[in-house]
């Protein structure tokens, strides 16, 4: 049975400083790089060995963020592309296998859009799946849709509370 008591797997420093200062240990995971030469499998893997005895986990992924930062649509493509197959997918088949009832989200932690290449303000997409999640309407998940969406999580800290159904 999952202990409560959340992970953090990331690369980037002020993440895990910012996961220790609330007592959330870090996964160290080899390969992890914070760029988009990080290694996306060994994130994956290390995610559903972790989902074992934890029963949230958080992965951060920089390489996006960096493609937006250096204007390079096409390495932002690929690095969304290489979340989707070595860490999403393969932790949706670990979940799935532990027979239990699981939610997953998935978003950006800010928009980066490439036109600008900084961050901005704008609301971020988000996708949840599993048990008790359902969605009124499918819409497309990108930068733009969330900014036109009536669906809005503000202040986005609550975010939390609404992905694990908690009363409002």
Not at 6 to 28: Q, T
Request: with cysteine; glycine share 8%.
């Amino acid at each position: 049975m999952p202990r409560s008591s959340p992970r953090l797997i990331s690369a980037v420093d002020l993440l895990k400083g910012l996961a220790l200062s609330m007592r959330i240990e870090v996964i160290e995971v080899p390969g992890a790089t914070g760029y988009y030469d990080t290694d996306y499998a060994a994130k994956g893997k290390y995610a559903c060995d972790a989902l074992k005895e934890y029963d949230l986990v958080f992965v951060h992924v920089e390489a996006p963020d960096e493609a937006s930062h250096d204007g390079d649509t096409k390495k932002k493509v690929e690095a969304i592309e290489a979340v989707d197959r070595h860490i999403i997918g393969p932790v949706l088949g670990c979940l799935e296998g532990m027979g239990e009832p699981f939610r997953i989200l998935v978003l950006p932690d800010h928009a980066t859009p490439i036109a600008v290449r900084t961050h901005t303000d704008v609301p971020v997409p988000f996708a949840m799946f599993g048990a008790g999640v359902e969605s009124p309407r499918e819409v497309t998940f990108s930068e733009a849709a969330a900014e036109g969406s009536d669906l809005k999580i503000d202040p986005g800290h609550e975010l939390m509370g609404y992905f694990l159904g908690l009363p409002d």
